[in-house]
């Protein structure tokens, strides 16, 4: 049988993971990429670290050069987090001849169209599978399956930590910093979980979603993101009473007749029942609009090292068979800049949103409240007002959900109502996704 020879670059955890599959499980991908792929090269930078992988030691090497200079390896799979050395790494295999596959979500949210021209250049092709949802093969139904389609939509729950920890929340009324102690301890939330807490994953990952299936090229940076960090028991309590389910949610739409695209990702409140507010624990999901399909949802774990791997190695065997090759050039077309859509200003996303004000418990101050959010052009759906408790301070939480307004009239609209001298603490307001 044919031989493809691949390397690997960055033994962590996934790296270990594609190297147990190329070396436990040849026969299974020689079946299904008609060919054998052989790992010849597997470069880390401590030889001396124990790993859970028994890697051959002629196989084993901290040379990188070993590696780049062999013109016998077609195809490297690039497992090295964050950005440097990883771009120079990356940029170096193309340079090369190499194919390169990668697992590296912040390195292709930051420079993905710079390395994607740069690969086109010199006739190679970048697979990136596992850089969003892990073992969801999100990315090729996007570029394949569903390439009859235009895109309309993209919602999703990318990440994994912060899906556990809302659920824990939702589900056993459990308090944010016990849960994510507990996410700690079962290796589900890395010692310092910021990436993850604070919208900063998820938003690296949607801007890969959107290059790929709306052309947009945004830095991650630019996405407005919230986190759920800061996100109230009391707040996912009342979302409850009302029907819904609070998740963290990449956003991804057409607006403008297909001319632009709105991205943002933040806690949003979901109708209970829909695919999106069942998924649970540690799982990912994406759900996608086409206009052709309709809707389509995809579920699964998006983290952890088996599911990683194995987008890896699938990667791997499309790049081997020709596959990637195929897919990688319909990305061309956005490089054209009139063909991809722009980034549409966020103060435009429309929508509904959940509020809730502290008040003091004086008449009038409904009236207030509701004067404000007119001004602005906001009419109520509905609202719940509890009684007095027993604090000295007197307050009520004053629960609205609106009609669809625009976020830059919700934002006017809470900085006024948050200056009143009624109104106590910070008021909330989380968006409603319909």
Same mark, same amino acid.
């Given at each position: 049988?044919?031989?493809?020879?691949?390397?690997?670059?960055?033994?962590?955890?996934?790296?270990?993971?594609?190297?147990?599959?190329?070396?436990?499980?040849?026969?299974?991908?020689?079946?299904?990429?008609?060919?054998?792929?052989? $790992?010849?090269?597997?470069?880390?930078?401590? $030889?001396?670290?124990?790993?859970?992988?028994?890697?051959?030691?002629?196989?084993?090497?901290?040379?990188?050069?070993?590696?780049?200079?062999?013109?016998?390896?077609?195809?490297?799979?690039?497992?090295?987090?964050?950005?440097?050395?990883?771009?120079?790494?990356?940029?170096?295999?193309?340079?090369?001849?190499?194919?390169?596959?990668?697992?590296?979500?912040?390195?292709?949210?930051?420079?993905?169209?710079?390395?994607?021209?740069?690969?086109?250049?010199?006739?190679?092709?970048?697979?990136?599978?596992?850089?969003?949802?892990?073992?969801?093969?999100?990315?090729?139904?996007?570029?394949?399956?569903?390439?009859?389609?235009?895109?309309?939509?993209?919602?999703?729950?990318?990440?994994?930590?912060?899906?556990?920890?809302?659920?824990?929340?939702?589900?056993?009324?459990?308090?944010?910093?016990?849960?994510?102690?507990?996410?700690?301890?079962?290796?589900?939330?890395?010692?310092?979980?910021?990436?993850?807490?604070?919208?900063?994953?998820?938003?690296?990952?949607?801007?890969?979603?959107?290059?790929?299936?709306?052309?947009?090229?945004?830095?991650?940076?630019?996405?407005?993101?919230?986190?759920?960090?800061?996100?109230?028991?009391?707040?996912?309590?009342?979302?409850?009473?009302?029907?819904?389910?609070?998740?963290?949610?990449?956003?991804?739409?057409?607006?403008?007749?297909?001319?632009?695209?709105?991205?943002?990702?933040?806690?949003?409140?979901?109708?209970?029942?829909?695919?999106?507010?069942?998924?649970?624990?540690?799982?990912?999901?994406?759900?996608?609009?086409?206009?052709?399909?309709?809707?389509?949802?995809?579920?699964?774990?998006?983290?952890?090292?088996?599911?990683?791997?194995?987008?890896?190695?699938?990667?791997?065997?499309?790049?081997?068979?020709?596959?990637?090759?195929?897919?990688?050039?319909?990305?061309?077309?956005?490089?054209?800049?009139?063909?991809?859509?722009?980034?549409?200003?966020?103060?435009?996303?429309?929508?509904?949103?959940?509020?809730?004000?502290?008040?003091?418990?004086?008449?009038?101050?409904?009236?207030?409240?509701?004067?404000?959010?007119?001004?602005?052009?906001?009419?109520?759906?509905?609202?719940?007002?509890?009684?007095?408790?027993?604090?000295?301070?007197?307050?009520?939480?004053?629960?609205?959900?609106?009609?669809?307004?625009?976020?830059?009239?919700?934002?006017?609209?809470?900085?006024?109502?948050?200056?009143?001298?009624?109104?106590?603490?910070?008021?909330?307001?989380?968006?409603? $996704?319909?």
């Amino acid at each position: 049988m044919e031989k493809t020879n691949v390397g690997i670059v960055g033994l962590g955890t996934v790296g270990q993971g594609v190297a147990k599959i190329l070396l436990d499980h040849g026969d299974r991908t020689a079946r299904h990429a008609g060919r054998t792929l052989w $790992l010849k090269h597997a470069i880390v930078r401590d $030889l001396s670290k124990p790993r859970d992988v028994n890697i051959p030691d002629d196989i084993l090497s901290d040379d990188i050069e070993r590696l780049i200079n062999d013109e016998s390896v077609s195809v490297v799979a690039q497992l090295i987090g964050g950005i440097e050395p990883a771009k120079s790494i990356t940029l170096r295999l193309l340079e090369s001849g190499k194919d390169v596959v990668t697992a590296n979500k912040a390195l292709l949210a930051a420079h993905g169209p710079e390395l994607f021209d740069r690969a086109r250049e010199l006739g190679r092709s970048i697979a990136f599978e596992a850089s969003v949802a892990g073992g969801i093969p999100i990315i090729a139904n996007v570029s394949q399956c569903l390439s009859a389609n235009q895109i309309t939509s993209m919602h999703a729950i990318l990440n994994g930590t912060s899906n556990f920890i809302i659920s824990k929340m939702d589900l056993e009324g459990a308090d944010y910093n016990e849960v994510l102690k507990t996410a700690q301890e079962l290796g589900l939330a890395e010692a310092d979980p910021t990436m993850d807490v604070d919208g900063s994953d998820a938003v690296q990952k949607l801007a890969i979603l959107a290059h790929l299936g709306f052309g947009a090229r945004v830095h991650w940076s630019d996405i407005p993101k919230r986190g759920i960090d800061n996100i109230q028991a009391c707040d996912m309590a009342f979302a409850k009473q009302m029907g819904y389910r609070v998740k963290l949610i990449a956003y991804a739409k057409l607006v403008d007749n297909g001319k632009g695209i709105q991205l943002c990702v933040g806690p949003m409140l979901i109708k209970a029942g829909e695919p999106l507010a069942e998924v649970q624990a540690n799982y990912n999901a994406v759900s996608v609009v086409g206009d052709a399909v309709g809707p389509v949802f995809f579920h699964g774990q998006g983290a952890g090292q088996m599911p990683t791997a194995s987008a890896v190695v699938a990667d791997l065997i499309d790049t081997a068979v020709g596959r990637t090759d195929l897919t990688f050039k319909t990305l061309e077309l956005w490089a054209d800049g009139n063909k991809r859509v722009e980034f549409a200003s966020p103060g435009e996303l429309e929508g509904r949103f959940y509020m809730r004000f502290d008040v003091q418990d004086h008449p009038g101050v409904l009236g207030q409240v509701t004067s404000l959010l007119g001004e602005q052009g906001i009419s109520i759906a509905s609202v719940i007002q509890h009684e007095v408790g027993d604090g000295p301070a007197k307050t009520v939480p004053l629960v609205m959900m609106t009609h669809a307004a625009k976020e830059s009239a919700a934002t006017a609209a809470m900085t006024q109502i948050a200056a009143l001298p009624t109104v106590a603490d910070t008021p909330e307001r989380l968006r409603i $996704l319909d």
